[in-house]
């Protein structure tokens, strides 16, 4: 069976996740070239630290949105956290100061140490952020995201959660400024920080019901036929639910070919059948794409376009 659905107009983000290893970036950019030959102006994004697009597509990317030359509806992005993280303190700054400074006994030194401090997982939220604001802009049609392995990818979609957390402690926090004003000065006279939480609130809201509305929010997981590969999938099939997020196509990637094989290409084919048959029995009530192993490396927009038309229909 092929993959379908993509060309969707309520369609906006696809995202391809999976182990390390098996082969997301090329079924990602893979759509992603299918969608814009299909007239669909499409954004390509990665979000895995150890970026691939480059490679798979045979061109520099970079962290910068950048046409891709002779696929005239096709741009790319490599999400650099760094940068993204840099944007956000800078965009937020005086905001972010002006709630630690009301809402705790810290002072201008410890706020600045705090500011500075890497956040665990920043990469992962970061990354989200980005890709919702390029949303939010509304310049493309189709937002076909490269996810980093199975455990960054989890980390990833549970950004609203995180930063609902985040924004429910500092609500609290604030509150308590709010409440003691109020005590003293006999009314409270809402600032940019309260207005700062409020749009994070609505962010939160937006995310979430991005990612679970299945008509404009496609997950596609891509596995291989191997024992280790099959175990993480379920993992991550059985953790996305749990987000209410659900998974209706996978691909298996790597298969060996069934014709003109030799005697040990036989033997290897032989014990993907029980993986592969394992594969449809665990997941039954997926649409599932088999791709087969290729002679050669697959890189650059032909290769991939070549690949492109064997499984993915309208």
């Known amino acids: 069976m092929a993959i379908t659905g993509l060309l969707e107009p309520s369609l906006k983000l696809i995202l391809f996740g999976g182990k390390g290893g098996v082969g997301k970036t090329t079924c990602a950019s893979c759509a992603a070239l299918y969608l814009a030959n299909n007239n669909k102006n499409t954004l390509l994004i990665s979000t895995d ?28 992005i490599e999400i650099s956290a760094e940068k993204a993280l840099s944007k956000f303190k800078i965009e937020y700054e005086d905001e972010l100061r002006r709630l630690f400074d009301t809402s705790t006994y810290l002072d201008k030194e410890d706020i ?36 980093a ?9 549970t950004f609203p959660e995180l930063l609902d957390d985040w924004v429910k402690v500092m609500a609290k926090m604030r509150w308590k400024y709010r409440y003691m004003v109020t005590s003293f000065a006999g009314k409270y006279k809402p600032d940019s920080a309260d207005d700062f939480l409020m749009s994070m609130k609505k962010t939160v809201k937006k995310i979430e019901g991005l990612l679970k509305d299945q008509n404009r929010c496609e997950f596609i997981v891509v596995t291989i036929p191997e024992d280790m590969a099959i175990k993480e999938t379920e993992r991550m099939v059985k953790s996305l639910n749990q987000y209410r997020i659900k998974v209706k196509q996978m691909v298996i990637n790597n298969v060996i070919p069934e014709e003109g094989r030799c005697s040990f290409c036989q033997a290897r084919r032989e014990g993907q059948d029980k993986y592969i048959g394992e594969i449809r029995g665990k ?8 791709i087969p192993l290729q002679p050669h490396e697959v890189k650059g927009t032909d290769a991939l376009k070549n690949i492109g038309n064997m499984f993915f229909a309208g």
């Not at 970026?51 to 002779?70: A, F, N, P, R």
């Not at 401090?117 to 802009?137: A, Q, S």
């Not at 997941?283 to 088999?290: G, H, V």
């Open 49 to 76: 630290p150890a970026h691939s697009l480059s490679d798979s597509l045979g061109k520099e990317i970079g962290d910068e949105i950048k046409q891709i030359e002779g696929v005239d509806k096709l741009s790319a």
């Open 112 to 147: 600045d140490a705090i500011l500075g401090l890497p956040i665990p997982g920043i990469d992962e939220v970061m990354g989200f952020k980005t890709i919702v604001d390029l949303i939010e802009e509304g310049k493309f049609d189709k937002y076909v995201v490269d996810t």
């Open 149 to 157: 392995p199975t455990g960054h990818a989890l980390r990833l979609l």
């Open 283 to 290: 997941f039954s009530d997926l649409n599932i794409t088999i």
